[in-house]
């Protein structure tokens, strides 16, 4: 059973999961339920072109605490995980991917390390010595190059922060996601390396990763390094040299983004 008492907001972005989506919607809800706590699922479909919003609609005929979100075009898991907090109620809330590579199982380890720990946020780890990885060894060598750099560029607490699964309390996303500029490529890097610069205290889990995808490459492109690369650039630039995240309500985004084209050419 999970040992916290208030509400769960579980977030699970989607694009192209149709095949797939209602059951692992179902799955979710049924290690949940068996929680006996108080929980909601938030699925957005992040424009997708199959039948992964017909599908999640079919789960609302099932599961009266399930709301799903729609958005007509594909604008990155991490603007998709922006807009489900809209519809947050819960105090604790869990980022998913919805393709359960990563089972919902995991998140009693989660939360019972977040209370040990008094951490506000957690997130699964591959690097920690007690992970379960079924991963493909380009994905792992690319993983660990990236975890590097990003040590030496923001000195995380953590060694690994795009892994699919977390965990935050309410009140660390309500400060840190009006700071996040990044959609796409690197919204984790910028979520962490902004609630660690906040004083938010971070830990890492162990997970099982079962990496279900056929796909040689996965989901990765040489582009899509390429501009995680640029993307993880302009968030050191915009942390340690113009410090738009100090006070960004002060700052002109319009501006940091013209800032920010420039250092990438």
């Known amino acids: 059973m999970l040992i916290f008492k208030d ?11 149709g095949s797939h989506i209602f059951d692992n919607i179902k799955e979710t809800h049924d290690v949940f339920k068996k929680t006996k706590r108080d929980f909601e699922i938030i699925l957005v479909d992040d424009g997708s072109s199959d039948n992964t919003y017909s599908e999640a609609m079919r789960a609302t005929e099932i599961f009266n605490n399930l709301k799903v979100v729609k958005h007509n075009k594909n604008n990155g898991k991490g603007n998709a995980l922006k807009d489900g907090f809209n519809y947050v109620t819960g105090e604790y809330v869990v980022f998913l991917d919805s393709d359960l590579d990563l089972h919902p199982h995991q998140l009693h380890r989660l939360f019972s390390i977040m209370r040990n720990e008094q951490a506000e946020v957690i997130t699964g780890s591959k690097y ?10 380009h994905r792992k060598l690319i993983s660990k190059i990236y975890a590097f750099t990003l040590k030496i560029l923001f000195s995380l607490p953590i060694r690994d922060t795009q892994t699919g699964i977390k965990i935050f309390k309410h009140e660390v996303l309500k400060r840190v996601f009006p700071r996040v500029l990044c959609k796409r490529y690197v919204f984790d890097v910028e979520l962490l390396a902004n609630a660690n610069r906040l004083g938010y205290k971070i830990a890492e889990s162990p997970i099982v990763l079962d990496y279900r995808r056929r796909v040689k490459w996965g ?28 006070d960004p309500e002060e700052k002109n985004s319009e501006q940091i983004h013209k800032d920010c084209k420039a250092i990438k050419q």
């Not at 989901?219 to 100090?246: E, N, Q, S, V, W």
Request: hydrophobic share 40%; no cysteine.
């Open 219 to 246: 989901r990765i492109r040489l582009f899509d390094l390429y501009k995680a690369g640029l993307d993880t650039l302009a968030i050191f630039y915009r942390m340690h040299i113009l410090r738009y995240y100090d």
């Open 7 to 17: 509400k769960i907001s579980v977030i699970m972005p989607a694009h192209n999961e």
């Open 128 to 137: 920690h010595p007690d992970s379960k990885l079924n991963y493909p060894p």
